[in-house]
């Protein structure tokens, strides 16, 4: 690992992307702690202190949330634009035909994107400024347009931020700043592990327990993360005048968590409709019926397995396109042994995929509302570092591992990777 490091260290544009990276996480950081302009902020942190609503998107924010700071809202209006955009590939033919268009066709998304981006966050700035109405100082159209415009610009600060990191830092930026803000949440975590040991509430035997827990479960997600189900495929071997080519096998890699933690994300939004409205309307059976849906118990997670089950085929149908794997296959003169080309070969790969993405979805699964359950075993309530923010933890740094690796590589040096 040293010599990997020095590697790094002796390649001055890699240097270089690094640090840019690192000084962007400084600006992130500091945005954190930046109010917004005419909000109490110990009233937003005493509501958020009453219930874990909106605990996950206060990890994803890196506390700027709880802080009520100008980046309250994180990228996450970002990446509801980017899958939006990305499921209406399939139903309208223009954004279908970018995404065939290489480079250009992206370039036209991505400004699609960002347009679409600024909307959504404006809106959800609205209805965190009128929601949260009662931690105003000034209750009125004009501080409720000036906090809703405040928190807007600090989520198209951050989408501008993560472009930058990707263009001239390492990795993938957006998915960087969810990184930094949930690892810059993990002092606090251990702060409040070690005030339930002081306060006696839990003992070391709980704490031994969890991180064993803790240790098992990356061990877990590294493994699905990075496994793949190998199709076995072949090429047709074809005569040009005195010269022959195909003839060589290959496989095609089917990914057994396609979905990354994207059906996690679509289901918590489902449930926290529910819950949201609840908070704001008085009335006595939406409250009830909202306290079935809280966080934690049977209901919600029972239903919160089921919706991700449902989403992770739901989008690996939409991003995985099966049929034109088929026809590309039988277009350069591939096959799968024992298949025959065409249509049978859709089929065949439709039904691998729907035997692993199982397997992926109660991965997924497992995975979100195993912080649950080890929460009511350990007793550590308030400890956000649950399984969907080490999927985003894991994933992201293996990712960036990689690139990190593969421009090593190309300068001939050894890298982490052996």
Partial sequence: MVSALSNIVKIPELRSKIIFTLVMFAVFRMGTHIPVPGVDPSAI????????????????????????????????????????????NVVI????????????????????????????????????????????????????????ITLTAGTVFLMWVGEQITANGVGNGISLIIFAGIVAALPANIGKIYHYLQAGTISYINVFFFAAIAVAMIVLVIAVHTAFRRVPIAYAKR??????????????????????????????????FPVTIAQFIDIPWVKTFAGYFAWGTPLHSTVYALLIIFFTYFYTAVTVKISDMAENLKKYGGFIPGVRPGEPTAEYLDHVMTRITLAGAFFLAFIAILPTIIASATHMDGINFGGTALLIVVGVGLDTMKQIESMVVMRHYEGFMK
Wanted: hydrophobic share 45%; net charge positive.
């Fill in 93 to 148: 033919p223009t954004l279908e035909q970018w995404s065939k268009e290489g480079e250009e066709g992206h370039k036209k998304t991505t400004k699609v994107t960002r347009y679409f981006t600024v909307v959504l966050a404006f809106l959800q700035a609205m209805g965190m400024s009128i929601g949260l109405k009662e931690a105003v100082l000034n209750p009125g159209p004009m501080s409720t347009l000036i906090i809703a």
């Fill in 45 to 88: 942190e005493r509501l958020f202190n009453s219930g874990t609503l909106f605990g996950l998107l206060d990890l994803f924010s890196g506390g700027a949330l709880s802080k009520f700071s100008i980046f309250a809202m994180s990228i996450t209006p970002y990446i509801n634009a980017s899958i939006i955009i990305q499921l209406l």
């Fill in 239 to 272: 005569v040009v005048g005195q010269k022959q080519f195909g003839g060589q096998s290959s496989f095609i890699p089917l990914k057994v968590n396609h979905a990354g933690v994207i059906p996690i994300i679509f289901a918590s939004s489902v449930l926290m």
